[in-house]
Antibody, heavy 122, light 108 residues
């Protein structure tokens, strides 16, 4: 059974940092790209960042580029999101999501974690 | 970025109703379209990928269709557990996927 368990969320002041983790199980972790998607309170879903199975390729939304860093430890089946210079508009539930190759260099999503809430406020 | 729109933004329906939600992409995305269901306080659940293929375990009352720019999600007979918000998503431009704004389905 695939499981994705996020942790690391919490309350942080503007300008502060947090590191989110996503512990994966039930599949061969390094075979799959992983993605972070966030959802601000009462709002829709927003793609944040993605990383290839090997960790060699990373991608970021313009809204977080230069402030967030995605990484993974394939020996520990864990995905990370280092968030620096946090802003109020980063307040959201952050989900880690597993991708499935769809061909043509594209992935579709199958499994989602339960999410971890990040609140940026003074 | 590809913009995704959905209509309606919300709808009220009764148990047993047939419900259709429309999703439109700002440019052609072939069939690289997914649908997700989200209940309040819960993570999204993947329903459909490749516009029409149901994920394992998703009941056959859900169906998807479309290609190019116009897509639909249909629930053939709405049940109490189907009241939720539904999102479409394009993954034609991967990994910079984009989601529609959501359609909230509630009880009439």
């Amino acid at each position: 059974e695939v499981q994705l368990l996020e942790s690391g969320g919490g309350l942080v002041q503007p300008g502060g940092s947090l590191r989110l983790s996503c512990a994966a199980s039930g599949f061969i972790f390094n075979n799959y790209a992983m993605t972070w998607v966030r959802q601000a309170p009462g709002k829709g879903l927003e793609w944040v960042s993605a990383i290839s199975g090997s960790g060699g390729s990373t991608f970021y939304a313009d809204s977080v580029k230069g402030r967030f860093t995605i990484s993974r430890d394939n020996s520990k089946n864990t995905l990370f999101l280092q968030m620096n210079s946090l802003r109020a508009e980063d307040t959201a539930v952050y989900y880690c999501v597993k991708g499935v190759p769809a061909g043509g260099g594209r992935d579709y999503f199958d499994y989602w974690g339960q999410g971890t809430l990040v609140t940026v406020s003074s | 970025d590809i913009q995704m729109t959905q209509s309606p933004s919300s709808l009220s329906a009764s148990v047993g109703d047939r419900v259709t939600i429309t999703c439109r992409a700002s440019q052609g995305i072939s069939n690289n379209l997914a649908w997700f269901q989200q209940k309040p306080g819960k993570a999204p659940k993947s329903l459909i990928y490749a516009a029409s293929i149901l994920h394992t375990g998703v009941p056959s009352k859900f169906s998807g269709s479309g290609s190019g720019t116009d897509f639909t999600l249909t629930i053939s007979s709405l049940q109490p557990e189907d009241f939720a918000t539904y999102y479409c998503q394009q993954y034609n431009i991967y990994p910079r996927v984009t989601f529609g704004p959501g359609t909230k389905v509630d009880i009439k």
